[in-house]
């Protein structure tokens, strides 16, 4: 097992605040998952009611859609069209920029049980099914299975995936893992609290609840970002997106 480095890469961080964004505080309790996109409109996800809510960049709400079962945000690179999974349900469902429904897919009609989705454009959905211990890329405009993989290492727990140059990348809550496409492991580092994993070019962002750190290629896995008085973060392009002391912080994106 590969842990990472962590407090010495960091020292040489600087962090100060840039701004507090406007937005009612009690929009902020009982927040349980969080984005953002590059336009500085937030999202925010309450597991009691299984409601997101959207806001723009000066805390009015802009859409807000509410569940019946737990749907989790993939990503918000493209916010004319939101990619939200279900395992609960096993569907996707895809929301426009005002959270208005563009399309439903129930999985359970094709496959067996998925344990996790990542939408790889309007096109191609790639699929973990565990009950066969398969990775799928499946053409859902047409209904078809375009690959399938089989697969060897533990579905328990993940969290999140991204495919990405033939590599498999998983954020379990302890763990970031990264598999080729014969299942077999390449890297794994330990991590605390992993809530989400995104992509930007060629870099991989593993989210924590305290901490935000950077895998690239090139370089080893590293801490870029540390709050231990965090409740939830997030980040874009631009900008980290810290909840804290009922507020929302914003810093630089170094």
Not at 37 to 45: K, T, V
Not at 133 to 162: H, V
Request: charged share 25%; hydrophobic share 40%; aromatic share 14%.
């Amino acid at each position: 097992m590969k842990y990472l480095s962590l407090i010495l890469s960091f020292l040489s961080v600087v962090i100060s605040a840039q701004t507090v964004m406007k937005i009612d505080s009690i929009s902020l309790k009982g927040v349980s998952d969080f984005l953002a996109d590059d336009y500085g409109n937030i999202y925010l996800y309450k597991n009691k009611d299984f409601s997101w809510t959207k806001y723009d960049s000066i805390g009015n709400q802009q859409g807000r859609l509410m569940l019946t079962q737990p749907y989790t945000l993939q990503d918000v690179q493209n916010p004319l069209n939101i990619p939200l999974f279900s395992q609960n349900a096993q569907t996707l469902k895809f929301i426009d920029a005002n959270f208005n429904e563009i399309q439903q897919i129930s999985l359970n009609q094709k496959f067996g049980n998925i344990a996790t989705a990542f939408v790889e454009d309007l096109q191609t959905v790639w699929l973990l099914e565990e009950s066969t211990n398969r990775l799928l890329q499946y053409y859902y405009r047409d209904g078809k299975i375009i690959n399938s993989y089989p697969i060897f290492f533990s579905f328990f727990n993940i969290k999140n995936m991204i495919i990405y140059d033939k590599k498999i990348y998983l954020l379990r809550e302890k763990s970031f893992e990264i598999y080729n496409f014969e299942g077999q492991q390449i890297e794994k580092s330990t991590i605390i609290d992993g809530n989400k994993i995104v992509r930007e070019n060629d870099k991989i962002y593993i989210i924590c609840k305290n901490e935000i750190l950077e895998h690239s290629p090139s370089s080893e896995t590293k801490i870029i970002f540390i709050d231990k008085k965090a409740k939830i973060l997030t980040k874009n392009n631009n900008r980290i997106f810290v909840i804290k002391e009922n507020k929302i912080y914003l810093y630089p994106n170094k």
